[in-house]
C-alpha cells in the first residue's frame, strides 16, 4: 500500500523550530517529486514548498523563504521540513504529498499536481 | 505570482443534480490545472489533472474542461458522498511552485 506518514508536529513558541518528517512506503520513493502543503485551521490549501528527486532542486512559496528547509533522504524513504522563526500564521496542518508521474508515449513524466498525501500534523506556534 | 479565483465560495445543489465549480487564473496556466476534494478530517483527493483527466479511481460524474484562465469542474449527478470542498491548483514548470484557489464548498440544497 502507498503510504505517507508525517510526524515531528507540536507547540512551539513564536521564533522557535521544528522539524516534520514524512516517512513513505509502499512505492519507489526516490523517483518522485515531493511536496509539503499546510491549512491554516479553517483555511484553505497552501503549498510550502517541493524537492526534486535527487534534492537538486527545491522551491519554497515567499511567506516561508529563508526560514523552511525541505530536504529528503532516499535511502530512509524520508521527507523533512526544518521550520525556523516560525509564527503565529504557520499554524496549520502540514501535509507531505508525491507529486504525479505519468508515462506518456514511453517517456516517464512528472508532473505538478499532488496524487498521495499523508494524514498530515498539526504545527502550532502560540506562546 | 498566479492567483487562482474560485467560484461560488459556496454552491448547494440538490442529491442527483449537476454542479458546476469555477476556477480562474490570474494569467494563463495553460492545462496545468488540477481539481481536489477535500472532507472535513481528511486529506485532499486528486480528482482531475491537466485540465480534464480523471485521476486514478474517479468515477465518470467528475469532469473538467478548459484551458488558459478558465477552468470548470462537473459534477454530473451529485451523490451524497460528493458533498465537500473541492480546490482548484495550477503548477509552473519553472520555477516548479504551485498556488491552490481559495476552495468552493459544495452543500446539500
Known amino acids: 500500500e502507498v503510504q505517507l506518514v508525517e510526524s515531528g508536529g507540536g507547540l512551539v513558541q513564536p521564533g522557535g523550530s521544528l522539524r516534520l518528517s514524512c516517512a513513505a512506503s509502499g512505492f519507489t520513493f526516490s523517483s518522485y517529486w515531493m511536496s509539503w502543503v499546510r491549512q491554516a485551521p479553517g483555511k484553505g490549501l497552501e503549498w510550502v514548498a517541493n524537492?526534486?528527486?535527487?534534492?537538486?532542486?527545491?522551491y519554497y512559496v515567499d511567506s516561508v523563504k529563508g526560514r523552511f528547509t525541505i530536504s529528503r533522504d532516499n535511502a530512509k524513504n524520508s521527507l523533512y521540513l526544518q521550520m525556523n522563526s516560525l509564527r503565529a500564521e504557520d499554524t496549520a496542518v502540514y501535509y507531505c504529498?508525491?507529486?504525479?508521474?505519468?508515462?506518456?508515449?514511453?517517456?516517464?513524466?512528472?508532473?505538478?499536481?499532488?496524487?498521495?498525501w499523508g494524514k498530515g500534523t498539526t504545527v502550532t506556534v502560540s506562546s | 505570482e498566479i492567483v487562482m479565483t474560485q467560484s461560488p465560495a459556496t454552491l448547494s445543489v440538490s442529491p442527483g443534480e449537476r454542479a458546476t465549480l469555477s476556477c480562474r487564473a490570474s494569467q494563463s496556466v495553460s492545462s496545468n490545472l488540477a481539481w481536489y476534494q477535500q472532507k472535513p478530517g481528511q486529506a485532499p483527493r486528486l480528482l482531475i489533472y491537466?485540465?480534464?483527466t480523471r485521476a486514478t479511481g474517479i468515477p465518470a460524474r467528475f469532469s473538467g474542461s478548459g484551458s488558459g484562465t478558465e477552468f470548470t469542474l462537473t459534477i454530473s449527478s451529485l451523490q451524497s458522498e460528493d458533498f465537500a470542498v473541492y480546490y482548484c491548483q495550477q503548477y509552473n514548470n519553472w520555477p516548479r511552485m504551485y498556488t491552490f484557489g481559495q476552495g468552493t464548498k459544495l452543500e446539500i440544497k
Open positions: 491537466g485540465a480534464s
Open positions: 504529498a508525491r507529486e504525479l508521474m505519468i508515462t506518456f508515449g514511453g517517456v516517464i513524466t512528472a508532473l505538478g499536481y499532488m496524487d498521495v
Open positions: 524537492i526534486k528527486q535527487d534534492g537538486s532542486e527545491k
